[in-house]
């Protein structure tokens, strides 16, 4: 008498392999994904975007702190030519370079070299990857960032806001940008900072 063959031990076939296989294959792929952005999230929020805060607090202090009335008079006064030093918040002693908190500048888009023209001509200044910032030492021209290399870039922006009955009120905004941090995303400020200084007389 013949046996029946049992066809529930006939074993798994190439094609439920290959399922399997499919699987687990998207399932590391997925896996990978995740610890990609957590190891891109832990540079960029961990390190980048604390350091860039500090960045941010300390320019904002050093704009917050001249004298209001000297600041914020007119171009031709703060220029180098004057003898203005005091208003100088951008370390570079060149024409339209001291703005002290003359209205202007721009937070955004980010500009990645030393401008000529422009909003933000006296309203940037870059930061090597320990935080100095460059040039060391008080340049007579942009040109002197050609060869130092840059980590961080800080723009403000100062806007006077409308005065209501009250003393001048100057609104100042920060933004940093992280030139190491990873897949920043549209070249977004990593951190921005606002506040404001009224006029104390």
């Known amino acids: 008498m013949r046996k029946k063959a049992n066809h529930e031990d006939r074993g798994v076939t190439l094609i ?16 990978g994904q995740v610890l990609f952005l957590s190891i891109v999230n832990n540079k960029n929020q961990g390190g980048e975007v604390t350091r860039a805060t500090i960045f941010a607090q ?11 009335a000297t600041c914020t008079q007119s171009p031709a006064t703060l ?6 030093t005091s208003c100088n918040t951008t370390n570079i002693n060149a024409a339209n ?3 002290g908190l003359l209205a202007g500048g721009q937070v955004n888009p980010v500009v990645a070299s030393c401008p000529t ?3 933000s001509v ?7 990857a320990n935080g100095l910032q460059a040039p060391s030492g008080g340049a007579t021209s942009c040109s002197a960032l050609t060869n130092v290399p840059v980590s961080y870039i800080r723009m ?3 806007t006077t806001l409308a005065s209501t009955g009250g003393p001048e009120l100057l609104q100042i905004t920060v933004s940093v940008y992280a030139q190491s941090a990873v897949s920043a995303p549209g070249g977004t400020p990593i951190v921005q900072l606002t506040s404001s200084i009224s ?3």
């Open 16 to 31: 439920e392999t290959m399922m399997a296989v499919l699987i687990a294959v998207f399932g590391v792929f997925t896996l």
């Open 199 to 201: 006029n104390p007389n």
């Open 117 to 119: 023209s422009g909003s």
């Open 97 to 99: 370079w001291t703005q």
């Open 156 to 158: 403000w922006k100062v």
């Open 58 to 68: 300390d320019k904002m202090e050093k704009l917050l702190s001249p004298n209001y």
């Open 122 to 128: 006296g309203y940037i200044d870059f930061l090597d």
């Open 79 to 84: 220029q180098p030519s004057s003898g203005s």
